[in-house]
């Protein structure tokens, strides 16, 4: 099996990890953890109480050849992708982002101060605007989501908002990654500057595949939502 095997109900639950290493950064944000032996989708995501469909779908957003039809669009349980989309919050704030932060400090200690301080600083800003932009999914957006769930609607607020705030915050981490890759020339540090270009990308591609399960699945579920 490869990455463009597309994610069954059916199939083991650990063998979509040799997939996809991704399918288990997706298991864990579920709420699933690891030891599930031998057991299919369908049986580990019942005694986790994780809907099927629903892990199933995300599983294949993940993988780009899938295209998303309006019948793998279910809404009621969309709270269970709100606390997943939670989970991977928490993800970026407690791990990626203090590894990316560490790896700077060990390549920038190797320049001059005016270096070292650029490079901090270029990456604290994008640390803030990456903040803000979670932090106002998770102040707003996702309270708009459990109160439709709840049969509120707001006037003030409609998902069309969100697609509008939800800018591209690619740009920064791209000029970062330019920096290292172009104008980082002393060779003696150049095992600190894979190791750091590593986790950027890393970082990189998860966000990106974040961004694609709110685009083809949240946005769609609370479309369905505030028509209903």
Do not use: W
């Amino acid at each position: 099996m490869h990455k463009n095997t597309i994610i069954s109900a059916d199939m083991k639950m650990a063998d979509i990890i040799h997939i996809d290493l991704y399918n288990l950064f997706i298991i864990n944000r579920f709420g699933i953890r690891l030891g599930f032996g031998d057991k299919t989708i369908e049986e580990v995501c019942e005694k986790e109480n994780v809907d099927h469909r629903l892990f199933t779908t995300v599983c294949n957003i993940n993988n780009s050849t899938t295209n998303i039809s309006k019948t793998d669009i279910h809404t009621e349980h969309i709270l269970q992708l709100v606390e997943f989309l939670k989970n991977s919050h928490d993800y970026y704030r407690k791990i990626r982002l203090p590894e990316v932060k560490r790896s700077i400090f060990n390549l920038s200690k190797g320049y001059d101060a005016n270096t070292e301080k650029a490079l901090g600083h270029f990456f604290d800003e994008y640390i803030k605007e990456f903040k803000n932009h979670i932090e106002y999914e998770e102040s707003t957006v996702f309270p708009y989501i459990k109160g439709l769930c709840e049969g509120k609607k707001s006037g003030e607020f409609s998902i069309d908002k969100f697609e509008d705030h939800h800018d591209n915050i690619e740009e920064k981490l791209s000029d970062l990654k330019n920096i290292i890759i172009k104008y980082m020339s002393k060779p003696e540090h150049d095992l600190q500057k894979l190791d750091l270009l590593d986790k950027l990308f890393q970082l990189q591609d998860d966000l990106d595949r974040h961004t694609k399960i709110e685009d083809l699945l949240l946005t769609p579920m609370v479309m369905k939502l505030e028509v209903m």
